[in-house]
């Protein structure tokens, strides 16, 4: 199954997408919400939207984030061998792990904001995870008993905050609509494999990011269950994962970064692509 959320900005809908067509289910949920991923909801949603006769959505209509905004996003940090080397980090022996802000939250195809004072504003193509039952001191081979879904993120981060101002990195990760998440959350079901997705990144056309999650240092059974050791993770809680190399901190011979009337653009297998138009702070 496939979730979206449609509608203007803080009064999104949920649906689903049943082969390519865009149906309204609020009829049926309230939202992608903590309450929905708590229970049996997803499940029941599946077995009602085969009788249900569900309004269909013109796909023209603007898609929010794929989830209402969650408890927590947690971020792994250098999570791919290539990545790491092109910063010129050290390979990490545990994940790395940090928080972005929810107010970041935006929907896929949202307006990038370049933040205020900004000169380093970066990309990252990424796989998220999306919690989908109350996960703490989860084993590894449990861990996938707590996901609801994957779903695509760009986890935007501008470097001067993040690596040149001092303290966590968080500071560079949460600026306004620096997580655009979605097109849609894509039930397990959907995914063949997720330790074998390309994921994909240009900017103006040029691709600059072309991964895959086969590379992953730290693969996503480990990275719920190590996280979990630490810290709840509650109900529609959001793991991202990490990015493979292509990031404008690590062009060579000159890092280089957004400006606006950049263009964006995003994709993962099985996931969707999205599409963010880069603006200035106003």
Not at 82 to 111: M, R, S, W, Y
Request: hydrophobic share 40%; charged share 20%; glycine share 8%.
């Amino acid at each position: 199954m496939k979730l979206i959320r449609f509608g203007e900005a803080g009064a999104e809908k949920p649906g689903v997408i049943i082969n390519e067509t865009y149906y309204d289910v609020s009829s049926l949920v309230s939202d992608y919400d903590e309450n929905f991923f708590a229970g049996d909801e997803i499940n029941k949603l599946a077995e009602s939207i085969k009788t249900a006769d569900l309004p269909i959505v013109e796909k023209n209509v603007r898609l929010g984030a794929a989830l209402a905004r969650p408890s927590k996003i947690i971020c792994v940090g250098l999570n791919y061998k290539d990545h790491a080397a092109e910063t010129n980090a050290a390979i990490p022996t545990e994940p790395i792990l940090f928080f972005k802000a929810t107010t970041a939250i935006v929907g896929p195809n949202d307006d990038l904001e370049i933040p205020k004072n900004s000169v380093k504003t970066d990309w990252e193509v990424e796989l998220a995870v999306v919690i989908g039952k109350k996960a703490k001191y989860v084993s590894e081979a449990d861990a996938y008993n707590h996901i609801a879904g994957y779903v695509l993120h760009n986890d935007y981060s501008e470097r001067e905050f993040q690596l040149e101002r001092n303290g966590q990195w968080v500071k560079g990760k949460s600026a306004d609509t620096f997580a655009p998440i979605g097109p849609f959350i894509a039930t397990p079901d959907e995914i063949e494999d997720v330790h074998n997705l390309r994921l994909w990144l240009t900017v103006n056309g040029k691709t600059l990011q072309d991964g895959n999650t086969s590379n992953l240092i730290f693969n996503v059974p480990f990275m719920v269950s190590y996280i979990s050791q630490f810290m709840t993770l509650l109900p529609g809680d959001v793991i991202t994962t990490g990015t493979p190399a292509g990031v404008g901190l690590g062009q060579k011979p000159t890092p280089w970064y957004l400006k606006p009337g950049d263009v964006v653009e995003l994709g993962i297998d099985g996931l969707g692509s999205s599409k963010q138009n880069v603006k200035a702070y106003s």
